[in-house]
């Protein structure tokens, strides 16, 4: 057998338990949200002005993080704290053949779900134009590098600790809202900056992006190998929680 | 079930040659018993389970302390009560806990951080935790694909028959039993019929039918040479299954070694009996010139009575009373719970 076998099965499992009803509906209202938003502020008519503030200010910074903590942790953490992780981890494959699944499956889903949010929201408010559609796809292709990004973080703050979500919570929230971005060199360790550079890379737009050019798609790929890799090397020490 | 009697992967050699070790320098009066697979002396480093000097801690919380031994083919009986560290244990051979001092092998391997020993080894965790949407057989199924199985379907259907599943195995794991959720646990556990089998607290939750068969199947694979160690906190459990029996109390190794030198050295330990009587005060003078009786306290109306063997006093209390002239209302061991018979067992060594 290959060594992907593994990896399909894991898969397969993952993308089930993703899939349980209450949290796939709560991150489709999630999803919405911004929709939600373009939808009022089309009818308002304020126009496209909206457009990158809305983008930036609501799906880049809240959805795409709190989508990508929620996926992400349940991926792997809640696994590993019920106990049902147990029946994958006595099994004698490499522990990096269980994260690339769970992180996969994990940030795709995230992005199936925000992608076409993020479109949606950007043709409501900025209209088919050309300018603002070029904003939109911008906006796209940032949300879309986001969701792997983001969930490798989760994942990796998973296998390491039974308090992910919770230092996951405090690295978007704390971390990259209040401090990254506001001292020079701190943006290097903030996936919101990163995806900004994205923006500002590919868009018409220029935002006050603190990363240029391709920086932004360079660092958020070394960013996500990295912490992918951390991820398989804290699995790989994992040790049960919750024990007597 | 007949399946499971072929030749499994040979394990290593047992440690049939060492003595098990009931602390022998204190009961020199034991009569050599047959041999369980146990060791707790010089482990036998290519035996298929070995701690040796193996300590756990988390923080200042000792959970396993200096614990030594190593098991060949049969069954060991993990007996202890809970919070005893017998998890502890069983997750440290898992390779799912790190031993802070010592060594854990899995057929001369390290337990920890080694994948590789998963192919020869089947955990069965007490939590029940399983995706509840899968049905019994994509369970087992799952287990039988990250092995690597080649005709992984043929190995679960085998796997699954193996503890009577079949009727439900096309159910939704959420929708079984406690019973027949610790069976598809099994089942995944010994899909890849490995010589190592680690269950923890097989037996909660199954009604007594479920209990015999699981039993006789434990029983038929370590009568094909394989290695199974399993925990229990009930002692009649362990003496109707286990060949040998490691007794874990407070972290420590209490006892180890064949189960009946085990039961009689929990029988005939010091016991202490409260006694209510016509007349405490004769009764206690009538006691004292019994060789049985070490000690008779009178307090708050109270007569306790210490004696040095438990059957050695209950032949002779009646006697006593009634030389003595008194009447007896009541006679009662005060220590008779497992917690004692432990702390006793712990005191000794």
């Known amino acids: 057998m290959t060594v992907l076998a593994p990896i399909g099965v894991i898969a397969t499992v993952t993308l089930r338990a993703l899939l349980g009803r209450r949290r796939t509906l709560l991150m489709l209202l999630v999803a919405g949200a911004p929709v939600l938003l373009g939808l009022i502020i089309r009818a308002d008519r304020s126009g496209a002005d909206a457009l990158v503030p809305s983008l930036e200010g609501l799906t880049v910074t809240s959805v795409l993080p709190l989508v990508s903590l929620i996926f992400g942790t349940a991926a792997l953490g809640s696994e590993l704290d019920d106990g049902t992780a147990v029946h994958i981890l006595t099994k004698p494959i490499p522990r990096w053949s269980i994260i690339v699944p769970k992180l996969l499956v994990a940030a795709g889903l995230t992005a199936v779900l925000l992608v076409p949010s993020t479109l949606l929201t950007g043709i409501l408010i900025g209209g088919t134009g050309s300018h603002e559609l070029g904003i939109t796809f911008a906006f796209c292709i940032a949300v879309l590098i986001g969701s792997f990004v983001y969930v490798a973080i989760f994942v990796a703050l998973s296998a390491a600790t039974s308090r992910g979500l919770v230092i996951g919570l405090a690295y978007s929230l704390l971390w990259e809202g209040l401090l990254a971005g506001a001292l020079p060199g701190t943006q290097y360790f903030s996936v919101r900056e990163y995806l900004r550079g994205i923006v500002s890379a590919i868009g018409p737009h220029d935002t006050l992006a603190s990363i240029v050019g391709a920086q932004g798609f360079l660092l958020a790929m070394v960013a996500f190998l990295i912490v992918t890799i951390l991820a398989s090397t804290r699995l790989a020490r994992f040790e049960i929680r919750g024990a007597e | ?349």
């Not at chain 2, 096309?170 to 039993?177: N, Q």
């Not at chain 2, 190592?196 to 039918?209: A, Q, T, V, Y």
């Not at chain 2, 432990?342 to 000794?348: I, K, M, Q």
């Open chain 2, 1 to 349: 079930m007949t399946d499971l009697a072929a030749p499994p992967p040979p394990p290593p050699p047992s440690p049939r040659s060492v003595e098990p070790r009931i602390d022998p320098g204190l009961d020199p009066a034991l009569e050599p018993v047959p041999l369980p697979p146990i060791a707790t002396a010089a482990p036998a480093i290519s035996a298929p389970i070995v701690l040796d000097r193996v300590s756990r801690w988390y923080g200042n919380v000792v959970a396993v302390n200096d614990i030594s031994f190593s098991l060949g083919a049969g069954i060991t009986g993990l007996l202890g009560p809970n919070g005893a560290g017998k998890t502890t244990i069983l997750h440290l051979l898992a390779g799912l806990l790190r031993p802070s001092a010592g060594r854990v092998l899995i057929g001369g391997r390290p337990a920890w951080g080694n994948p590789a020993i998963y192919r020869d080894l089947g955990l069965v965790p007490e939590r029940e935790a399983v995706h509840a949407f899968l049905t019994g057989r994509q369970f087992v199924e799952l287990a039988a694909r990250l092995q690597g199985l080649p005709d992984a379907e043929a190995a679960t259907a085998r796997a699954i028959a193996i503890v009577d599943l079949e009727s439900a195995a096309d159910r939704a794991v959420g929708t079984y039993s406690k019973g027949m959720r610790q069976r598809a646990k099994i089942a995944a556990a010994l899909v890849h019929d490995p010589p190592i089998l680690l269950l923890d607290e097989p037996f909660n939750g199954m009604d007594p039918r479920q209990r015999l068969h699981m039993m006789d199947l434990l029983r038929s694979m370590a009568a094909a040479g394989r290695t199974i160690l399993f925990s229990s906190h009930i002692l009649e459990e362990v003496e109707r299954l286990a060949d040998g029996i490691l007794v874990i109390y407070a972290g420590r190794l209490a006892a180890a070694g064949d189960f009946r030198e085990i039961r009689r050295l929990m029988t005939d330990r010091p016991h202490t009996f409260v006694v209510r009587s016509s007349d405490d005060r004769r009764l206690a003078a009538a006691f004292m010139v019994e060789p049985a009786v070490f000690g008779s306290e009178l307090r708050d109306d109270r007569l306790t009575i210490r004696v040095t063997e438990f059957s050695g006093f209950t032949r002779i209390v009646a006697r006593v009373a009634r030389d003595a002239g008194v009447s007896l209302f009541e006679v009662a061991p005060t220590d008779d719970s497992l917690e004692s018979v432990f702390e006793y067992l712990v005191s000794r060594r």
